[in-house]
């Protein structure tokens, strides 16, 4: 039996075909989106809470929106990395004022170093051992996980 189709309607869905199907959609609202949409729709969703709470509680919204898009889509940094150096300027207490600001955030070498201290860490967690003993043996698996990250692009 073949799967439904269903379209992403996540406005900046980056896959070449928008087409996916029903069962390995992410379904919020009556919308069904790519894991990897829903994942960066929540993730802009949560910069623009943390910037509205800790660093202007009264931004002009359509240049937030305009500077994240930009970061995130165009210059194809990724929300994670936008959102981490978010975090890391709020836990720092590190000035920002102005939406434009967070292309300082992105192009800090301090933050980059950090991220990418924690993409080491989050891939040693992710990295699985299997023991499976058969008989008198003992086999070992070891399945690496390699993604792509932000740090390849600037390097």
Known sequence: MRDKKVKCRYQFCQHKDRE?????????????????????????????DLFVKHINPNPV???LQSVIKNI?????LGSDYLLFGLKYYIERNI????????????QNKDVAAAYKQ????????????????EGQTTHFNYAP?????????LQ
């Open 20 to 48: 996916l199907n029903k069962s390995e959609a992410v379904v919020k609202s009556s919308g069904y989106y790519h894991e990897d949409c829903s994942r960066t729709q929540d993730q802009i969703k949560e910069i623009v």
């Open 61 to 63: 919204f359509t240049q």
């Open 72 to 76: 995130v889509f165009k210059r194809g």
């Open 95 to 106: 000035p920002l004022n102005y939406p434009q600001g967070l292309y300082y955030v992105v």
């Open 118 to 133: 924690a993409q080491v860490k989050k891939e040693k967690q992710e990295h699985k051992i299997e023991i499976k003993e």
């Open 145 to 153: 996980v390699k993604e792509k990250s932000i740090l390849d692009i």
